[in-house]
């Protein structure tokens, strides 16, 4: 019986890693009187390396009421709303010791290490990520389908949208 199970097991791909990498990014600041992007790209690390490098100078400061809607897309004949669609107060999230486990949570810990947004409200800086590389390990509490997708990362401060973040990213199974 066992000997079955560990079969079926293998022979899907049960420990496949996946292979993941940046293909686009896109970034757009609605109110230009509230900031800009000065940098926005890719940039080849190594080989098969991308890191994601953006710099948003804040012209209004401090910024204290932030929301962000998270929101991935699966592109089929298009892209299409796929598995996750969620909005959250980030300083309220940040402010929590009790982070559980949720997409929000995987994407705090995503960019943490990588940028200076990883503090609670309030925010007296340009908004920095320096060569954040998508590695498999983000995935592993939320394993994805081989395919193209988009991360769609809204930003809304004082109750109005002020940017956008389309990362475009490749998923695929070994």
Known sequence: M???LIILFLATGGLSIPRTRYNNLECEMFDPSFGTFNECK???LGRDIVGLNVFATMNKLPILNVKVNLSL???YSGYRSFMFNTTFDFCKFMAKSDKKLSFQK??????AAFSNVNHTCPFEHDIIVRNLVLKNDY???FPLPTGQYKLQIMVSVDKRWVANLNVHAFIADD
């Open 139 to 141: 995935f592993k509490y």
């Open 106 to 111: 995987v994407f705090i810990d995503m960019i």
């Open 42 to 44: 890719l940039k080849v």
């Open 2 to 4: 066992w000997f079955i």
């Open 73 to 75: 897309w699966r592109k």
